[in-house]
């Protein structure tokens, strides 16, 4: 049983101690105490299928006992920096990590968060071609620091600072966008922010396989391809940010871009990389890694050991428990269901996703596509009530966002299509 403070006690501390821009869920908050593989709990014991363990991209479930011993154990017997002095658990998660990859993209940099990764990712491609311009797609999230605010495109995550040369491109999005599903034509709004806004050569290109704090808007099909050929004829990278789509969660294949039929030469991973520990990667070639020995630089704490021994965990276990195939075949089923509920509600828009990457877009007018920003709200407090959390995002804040751990199983994606029905059958 729970011995802590209750509700109201650390609410009270949140709002002495901690930031005022911290946000949070539900009118009235839920005190999490525990967690267990796809359920939470809170200090009452009540349990609550999580539906969006995303927000950490809890991938092998929560406390999944294999990484709980591999941390508990490395933290046992050594957590220090990973500057100065050797040790394997770091070389051993890299040659892992890189095993999963395609092509050259074998080297490998540890960061602390996604933010960080695009960061560096950034930074590496203006040195490794000489150029400052880069391209991300109106409606990403790729951080919130000087560079990847600027990468991020939705005036919510900005702050009126300086962002320099990020230029943000029509984003191919077939629900919103103004040319439908047709990737190709989307992708001409890359040469032409190459032709008008730059001098004609860039430094890279960077998009999530399928936008995630944006509303799981899975890029038109054709679009990448066409996008990472046009930046490559402007002498520019291509920087794929895995940072929700990788480690397994689009079923189809281990990372999203895979999807797409594209080969990065630079990739981010964060969230799912760990977890839930706090742990993030940039993966690209030996020629373009070569660019940061031009200066000293480290990360006290990229790829420390306890982190790198929770990530080499990780792998395993999306390996033993075949969280890929998991992600598919029940990722599969609640689309299909999800579809089936948009035919009896009005209210839904849309259903889009891959895997357990999932997106329910709540309109007041299928036609005029008005979000609908208020009974969304309603109807995730009534799943809510019902022991169902589920997340939400999208420029307009309409779209439910279903990311679970990946050990979901196909009686939790029932549980959770009846209950959003029974939600939406109450407003
Ligand atoms: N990229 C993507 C696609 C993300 O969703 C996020 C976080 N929501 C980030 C980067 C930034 O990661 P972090 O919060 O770990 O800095």
Redesign the pocket.
């Known amino acids: 049983p729970y011995s802590g403070p209750s509700l109201d006690e650390i609410f009270k501390k949140r709002k002495e101690f901690l930031s005022p821009s911290m946000f949070y869920f539900y009118k009235k908050p839920i005190n999490v105490v525990h967690g267990k593989m796809q359920y939470l709990f809170d200090e009452s014991g009540r349990r609550y299928l999580d539906a969006f363990g995303g927000i950490a991209t809890v991938n092998c479930g929560h406390c999944h006992p294999d990484v709980v011993e591999a941390i508990v154990n490395q933290t046992k017997s050594l957590q220090h920096s990973t500057i100065l002095y050797f040790n394997h658990a770091i070389a051993d998660f890299a040659e892992a990590l890189a095993s999963k990859l395609p092509g050259n993209l074998k080297v490998v940099f540890f960061t602390n ?4 990764a ?1 960061e560096l990712a950034m930074m590496m491609a203006r040195l490794y071609t000489g150029c400052h311009d880069i391209i991300s797609l109106r409606n990403a ?4 620091a000087a560079g ?1 605010m600027g990468a991020t495109a939705q005036s919510n995550w900005k702050f009126n600072v300086i962002q320099s040369g990020v230029h943000h491109a029509l984003n191919p999005d077939p629900y919103r966008g103004v040319f439908g599903s047709d990737g190709k034509q989307y992708a001409k709004d890359v040469q032409d922010l190459i032709h008008f806004s730059t001098s004609g050569r860039v430094a890279a290109f960077m998009s ?1 396989a399928i936008q ?2 944006g509303g799981i808007i899975e890029l038109a099909p054709g679009y990448l391809s066409s996008a990472y050929s046009i930046i490559r004829d402007a002498g520019g990278l291509c920087i794929a ?1 895995e ?2 789509a990788g480690f397994a969660r689009t079923g189809s294949h281990f990372w999203g871009f895979e999807g797409h039929g594209v080969v990065p030469d630079i990739v981010t991973m ?2 799912g990389i760990g977890n839930g520990i706090p742990l ?1 990667a940039v993966v690209t070639t030996p020629e373009i890694a070569e660019v940061l020995t031009r200066r000293s630089y480290f990360n006290t704490f990229g790829g420390n050991p306890v982190c790198t021994a929770a990530g080499h965990a990780v792998l395993r276990v999306i390996e033993k428990e075949k969280l890929q195939e998991n992600a598919h075949v029940v990722g599969s089923y609640l689309k299909e269901r999800l579809i089936s509920l948009k035919n009896k509600h009005e209210i839904i828009g849309d259903v889009r996703g891959r895997g357990l990457m999932l997106g329910v877009e709540l309109v007041t007018d299928r036609k005029l596509k008005t979000p609908a920003k208020v009974e969304i709200l309603l109807v995730m407090e009534r799943m809510k009530d019902m022991g169902v959390l589920v997340g939400k995002g999208g420029f307009f804040g309409n779209v439910f966002r279903i990311t679970p751990p990946l050990c979901f199983t196909k009686e939790d994606a029932d549980f959770f299509v009846d209950v959003m029905d029974h939600a939406m059958s109450k407003i």
Do not use: F, L, M
């Open positions: 968060s996604g933010t960080e695009n999230y790729h951080g919130n990847t999530e995630g704090v940010d940072v929700q964060a969230k993030g």
